[in-house]
Nanobody
Framework: QVQLVESGGGLVQAGDSLRLSCAAS????????MGWFRQTPGQKRELVAN????????YYLGSVEGRFTISGDSAKNTVYLQMNSLKPEDTAVYYC??????????????????WGQGTQVTVSS
């Protein structure tokens, strides 16, 4: 069984930076896409950023573009999210996710078949 394990969340002040990390463990698998979602209570899980390994193409949620950077290593199934200039509205549980099959539908959570347990990011004003 594949497990995605996140780390790096925490409590920071507005303007600070955090780096989230996600590593896969367990059964060997190959991912086509890895990404980060976030969710707040009562809200849908939204895609923050993802990366398609074959092309290196990335996607960013509009509100984080220019502040967050996704990177990683496809061979190791690891992905990072560097978050700079954090704002209180970035407060959420952040989830690492991966797609292990070919699909062009990479923006919705339903396409992702592997998930981490989530890590809390809290940004105080």
């Amino acid at each position: 069984q594949v497990q995605l394990v996140e780390s790096g969340g925490g409590l920071v002040q507005a303007g600070d930076s955090l780096r989230l990390s996600c590593a896969a463990s367990g059964r060997t698998f190959s991912s086509y896409v890895m990404g980060w979602f976030r969710q707040t209570p009562g809200q849908k899980r939204e895609l923050v950023a993802n990366i398609r390994w074959s092309t290196g193409s990335t996607y960013y949620l509009g509100s984080v573009e220019g502040r967050f950077t996704i990177s990683g290593d496809s061979a190791k199934n690891t992905v990072y999210l560097q978050m700079n200039s954090l704002k209180p509205e970035d407060t959420a549980v952040y989830y690492c996710a991966a797609i292990s099959y070919f699909t062009l539908h990479e923006h919705g959570p339903e396409s992702y078949d592997h998930w981490g347990q989530g890590t809390q990011v809290t940004v105080s004003s």
